[in-house]
């Protein structure tokens, strides 16, 4: 069943004359798993019937409703022929994920169930968001507007000719020094006015990227790849810091076997 991933060290117990001191941890397949392993509570049967041409969507399946089993008693093999024993194993999950929501809601709708098969990346919930969804229509529709920087841009446009125009007849001594100091004055402002738009402008952009993500987090996803063992929520009810699923990681799966002292190294 695949190389020695770890070993764990228990004190012995007897089990028909017999005793096992050792569990040994393999890191397999789901089908490996599905397929090769001695489960008792009437798993074994399923198991040894189970056809190995079907589909590995099956295998994972099964894998899944091994999850719910404790540990099982050791299966003594008989003394005429070790090699042909089998032993009895725990299956267990590389790895499990309670998914929560990032943000507390009244959840819209779910679109898992127990058993579902769920990839990395995909929708397994939404959160009510209209009022989200509006906040980000309206940043969208200010992060587009441009009227702002036009009008700054006319205004600072007439200021430049009109220093232009006051210059020369400061320079005929036809305009006083204080007034050709505001006509600069009124320029400048103009020009820091265009630069105060376009700065407004960048920070609508960023203001929209925000209202996107906060949008973003009230739809949850799947971490990993799995399958689901429960769903802890429904459509309707409120989640702050409880999860909505618990999502199982099935490949590689890990398979605790326990085996007697006499097989250590083989």
């Known amino acids: 069943m695949g190389q020695p991933h770890r070993f764990a060290f228990v004190h012995g117990k007897p089990s028909h004359g ?138 600072a446009g007439y200021n430049l000719r009109k220093e232009s125009r006051n210059k020369e007849l400061f320079q005929k001594a036809l305009l006083s020094r204080n007034d050709m100091d505001l006509t600069r004055t009124e320029t400048r402002i103009a020009q820091l006015q265009v630069r105060q738009e376009q700065d407004n402008q960048l920070i609508a952009g960023l203001e929209l990227q925000r209202a996107r993500e906060v949008l973003e987090r009230r739809t949850i996803h799947s971490p990993i790849d799995g399958v689901v063992l429960e769903r802890f929520k429904a459509a309707g009810e409120y989640v702050k810091d409880t999860p909505l699923a618990r999502i199982a990681r099935l490949d590689p799966l890990y398979v605790e076997v326990i085996l007697p002292v006499d097989q250590l190294g083989r």
């Open 18 to 155: 017999r005793t096992f001191q050792f569990i040994r941890v393999i890191k397999v397949t789901p089908v490996a798993a599905a397929t090769q392993c001695n489960i008792s509570n009437g798993a074994t049967t399923r198991t040894q019937t189970m056809n190995r041409r079907k589909s590995t969507n099956r295998a994972l399946l099964l894998a899944a409703s091994l999850l719910a089993c404790g540990p099982l008693p050791p299966a003594a093999a008989t003394e005429t022929d070790q090699s042909d024993a089998t032993f009895d194993c725990v299956v267990e999950p590389s790895e499990v994920v309670d998914v929560g929501s990032a943000v507390p809601g009244v959840i819209e709708r779910i679109t898992v169930d127990r058993s579902d098969l769920v990839h990395k990346g995909m929708v397994i919930a939404k959160l009510e968001s209209g009022a989200e969804r509006a906040a980000m229509e309206l940043a969208r529709v200010r992060a587009r507007l441009t009227t702002g920087i036009e009008l700054q841009r006319a205004n």
